[in-house]
T-cell receptor, first 114, second 111 residues
Framework: EAGVAQSPRYKIIEKRQSVAFWCNPI?????LYWYQQILGQGPKLLIQFQNNGVVDDSQLPKDRFSAERLKGVDSTLKIQPAKLEDSAVYLC????????????FGQGTRLTVV | DAKTTQPTSMDCAEGRAANLPCNHS???????VYWYRQIHSQGPQYIIHGLKNNETNEMASLIITEDRKSSTLILPHATLRDTAVYYCIVRITGTASKLTFGTGTRLQVTL
């Protein structure tokens, strides 16, 4: 079974530039999550989709971050403009709908803002 | 979602059982206990979950106290590959349930 695919694996940008991350979830998974993980901390949920609708985006810095999930499948997370404190690993995860289902995580995209 | 408290770090000798505690004293009746782990440079990996009964799978056992205020994840025979950060998560039931991570326990398995 194919896992959650993310690209790119690594990205280095200068502050004030924009960047986009892509996630392809496991086929059939209705729920998709984006997390930000700063070095030494646990993953922090940025946004959660159920199909193509947003369930929770309370911790998404909406002045600079945006995310979409077209047709309820692939998703992109964008940062514009980037700040130094956005340096982190961005993780995408997916699961079937429901609380008793496990979430599968991608390898993440490591972003460095210089 | 209920908060969880875990020790920052633990050590375990290879071949021995690793017992990782988690306190979730404010857990509600409709909240599950989940465990994930994260090996260095990888995304988190699901281990096990339970509501009130003890659970076992090929990876680990989950022991939940009768009052559900705490739980223990048991890796019966730890190996070096079990070195990781282990996260205990309390998750409410429902279709749009969030998966909220804390800081976890860093388990170091040594020879």
């Amino acid at each position: 079974e194919a896992g959650v695919a993310q690209s790119p694996r690594y990205k280095i940008i200068e502050k004030r530039q924009s960047v986009a991350f892509w996630c392809n979830p496991i086929s059939g998974h209705a729920t998709l999550y984006w997390y930000q993980q700063i070095l030494g901390q646990g993953p922090k949920l940025l946004i959660q989709f159920q199909n193509n609708g947003v369930v929770d985006d309370s911790q998404l810095p909406k002045d600079r971050f945006s995310a979409e999930r077209l047709k309820g499948v692939d998703s992109t997370l964008k940062i514009q403009p980037a700040k130094l404190e956005d340096s982190a690993v961005y993780l995408c995860a997916s699961s079937f709908a429901g609380a008793q289902t496990e979430a599968f995580f991608g390898q993440g995209t490591r972003l460095t803002v210089v | 979602d209920a908060k969880t408290t875990q020790p920052t770090s633990m050590d375990c000798a290879e071949g021995r059982a690793a017992n990782l505690p988690c306190n979730h004293s404010t857990i509600s009746g409709n909240e599950y206990v989940y465990w994930y782990r994260q090996i260095h440079s990888q995304g988190p990996q699901y281990i096990i979950h339970g509501l009130k009964n003890n659970e076992t799978n090929e990876m680990a056992s989950l022991i939940i106290t009768e009052d559900r205020k705490s739980s223990t994840l048991i890796l019966p025979h730890a190996t070096l590959r079990d070195t990781a950060v282990y996260y205990c998560i309390v998750r409410i039931t429902g279709t749009a349930s969030k998966l909220t991570f804390g800081t976890g326990t860093r388990l170091q398995v040594t020879l």
